[in-house]
């Protein structure tokens, strides 16, 4: 971690990706070249139920611009424009969907020593804006993130989050929903060797008085091989299993299964990746 607290979505981020990242039951295929030039082509399919959707990014970078052309099969084509350092701790980000005219975005973020923020709009006549800002260090972060419609004169989000971290122990608290839930998470590193982990997640919805409770844990059965899986409350469960087995090229076994009906078919997906 860095010297600095970071920007919001980093609050609770090691619990999220330990629970949730790499967990897929659909099928995927992903490949990804690279040039020395710095130009990656990736091709993505993803056979959801019957639908098989795909897609190819080409990035391109030139100092310390880079540039994404995402086509999709739904006919879209998503342009990111990312100049990182454009001045110190400065990072500006441009998007735009055609051909969705409504679509272009722009996003300023800052990272400083004891303070992160994030501020984005769209390039629409009434657009969106949203603000999200952090102080604090390394050790201790207070933030929070807001959305203001300013066609309707709404605040449409108020979220406020805290972020505890002392040596392999992080802990997350975050209240969202305009304060209508409480989200709970935490993130323990067991054995740094193995790269072994353990989470866990506790939500809590005030209106419906509904509570989910998600536990994991991560595990490295040699360099090149990481077992994850996790339980929640409603009883389902997801495992997966993940070889290296080139540089840079992981295959990626994972399951699902419901244990509270457990006569029932269990959803089983595989995913191959290139990552970078």
Known sequence: MGKGPGLYTDIGKKARDLLYKDHNSDQK???TTYSPAGVAITSTGTKKG?????DV???LKQKNITTDFKVSTDNTVLIT???DEAAPGLKSIFSFKAPDQNSGKIELQYLHDYAGVSTSMGLT???TVNFSGVIGNNALAVGTDVSFDTKSGNFTKINAGLNFTKDDLIASLTLNDKGDSVNASYYHIV???FNTAVGAEV???FS???NTITVGTQHSIDPLTMVKARVNSAGIANALIQHEWSPKSFFTVSGEVDTKAIDKSAKVGLALSLKP
């Open 208 to 210: 419906s008085k509904v």
């Open 29 to 31: 295929l992903s490949i």
């Open 57 to 59: 990014v080409f990035q």
């Open 81 to 83: 424009a990312t100049v």
């Open 203 to 205: 939500n809590h919805k």
């Open 50 to 54: 019957e639908s098989l959707l795909g």
């Open 125 to 127: 006549q009434n657009p």
């Open 191 to 193: 054995n740094p060797l």
